[in-house]
């Protein structure tokens, strides 16, 4: 059985393998009136500068622009022939014996080739006196130091938080041309499942796991497709499945585990599926299921809502990640001290419902109880998972372990 770890990678390397080769499919958007049209996208040429960044010799403090050799010796006394403010620079020329009053963002003046700070410097009259020496580059930029015009300011592949979008707006790029989100279609299995908006019989459910991975899928960057619930029949769940084929990637839920009515595989491998596994070795989430049909991606996670939940994050996530020309990042595990001792079992790493906190600025991780991979109450009682790597099961309170934080929480 392999690894969580095997197991990504193989998802990552199958999908590079067989559907990396052409560029996912892209669409322009402009966004000038609304920035979240494009936020958490994935960008899909290298955006460049249209000019030096800064465009001019910019000043970083506000003080006095000179000529550094007239305030070598703390003392020197310079005449005051102007200022230059951001947006309204200063005309004229910094001539020996002379200085210009400077705000930050300002350009520097013709001439001057340092800028003695307001702390340390003290008007006097028509003149300046300098507290301290000046030091020639002292506390400006160079016009083109940050970035130099046609230069790469966002890669192509990376995703667009706030600050992709500030160098956006920096260089005038009102619209980009960014991946279409790949389209992932979420599809339950079960005979006891009812619709969320439905009232349950004694022994049926609500549908809950469509809910979490149409979060998820959209956490992750994907467009998810609903496509309800398939019962446990072969000829309904096959017609269920030809229809999630349509889409980029299918996530199926349920049906997965050995029982008579885990049909799931079965109708994959009728349709002609490739699998590439049908189990890996974690708690939960052990019946997964990753293969290819019809050209497609398709993810069988088991239907215990914490397994789906789990499964969806390590295996499906990358898969959206690649589809939408963005390399995975290697799963972002924090490191948190134990808040008590633990012994789990192997020979599976565990994925553990817990709380993540900084009672005093240092990261504490507790898990919480729960009564296995059904149990989502579990989770909404924290806010990360508490993963217990095969290699090492048992900690003391104190130990240092790994956290993988929930999606969008932090
Ligand atoms: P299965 O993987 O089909 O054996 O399902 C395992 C458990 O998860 C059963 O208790 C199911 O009732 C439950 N389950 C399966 N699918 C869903 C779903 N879509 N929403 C909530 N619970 C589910
Ligand atoms: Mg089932």
């Known amino acids: 059985m392999l690894s969580y770890e095997a197991a990504r990678a193989k998802v990552i390397d199958v999908i590079c393998a067989r559907r990396c080769a052409p560029p996912p499919p892209t669409e322009t958007i402009e966004f000038a009136d609304d920035p979240s049209r494009v ?14 960044y800064p465009p001019f010799n910019r000043s970083t403090r506000d003080g006095f622009a000179l000529r550094a050799a007239d305030a070598a010796q703390p003392g020197a006394k310079l005449r005051l022939i102007g200022e230059s403010r951001a947006g309204v620079p200063f005309g004229g020329l910094v ?37 301290q020496a000046a030091r020639e580059g002292a506390h400006f930029i160079l016009e083109g130091q940050e970035t130099r015009v046609g230069e790469s300011v966002i890669a192509r592949g990376k995703r667009l938080s706030y600050a992709e979008l500030a160098i956006a707006a920096q260089v005038g790029r009102t619209r980009l041309v960014v991946a279409k989100k790949p389209r992932v279609a979420i599809l339950s299995t079960g005979d006891e499942l009812v619709a969320m908006d439905q009232t349950p019989a004694k022994y049926q459910i609500r549908n809950s796991n469509n809910v979490s991975l149409a979060a998820q899928v959209a956490l992750a960057g994907g467009e998810p497709v609903m496509l309800g619930t398939a019962p446990d029949n072969l000829a309904e769940l096959r017609a269920h499945i030809e229809r999630a084929l349509e889409a ?9 585990s050995v029982g008579k009515y885990d049909l799931v595989e079965q109708v994959l491998r009728e349709m002609g599926a490739e699998f590439y596994f049908d189990a890996v070795a974690i708690r939960p989430g052990k019946p997964a299921v990753f293969g290819f049909c019809h050209g497609k991606p398709v993810f069988g996670l088991p239907g215990n809502p914490v397994s789906t939940m789990v499964t969806f994050e390590l295996f499906v996530v990358p898969a959206i990640e690649l589809l939408s020309g963005h390399q995975p990042d290697p799963l972002a595990l924090l490191k948190a001290k134990l808040a008590h001792p633990l012994n789990e079992k192997p020979p599976l790493a565990h994925f553990l419902p817990a709380r993540v906190s900084w009672p005093e600025g240092e990261a504490v991780v507790e898990a919480i109880h729960w009564e296995g991979s059904g149990d989502i109450g579990s989770l909404v009682k924290g806010n990360c998972f508490l993963v217990v790597h095969e290699a090492k099961l048992v900690y003391a309170a104190g130990e240092m372990a790994d956290v993988l934080p929930r999606r969008g929480l932090f």
């Open 248 to 256: 980029d990637v299918v996530a199926l839920t349920g049906g997965v």
């Open 95 to 131: 001539e020996p014996g002379t200085c210009v009053q400077i705000m930050t963002g300002a350009p520097l003046p013709r001439g001057a080739n340092s800028i003695v700070m307001n702390e340390y410097a003290r008007i006097e009259g028509e003149s300046v006196v300098m507290e």
């Open 39 to 52: 936020l958490g996208r994935i960008v899909a040429e290298d955006v460049r500068a249209d000019r030096n």
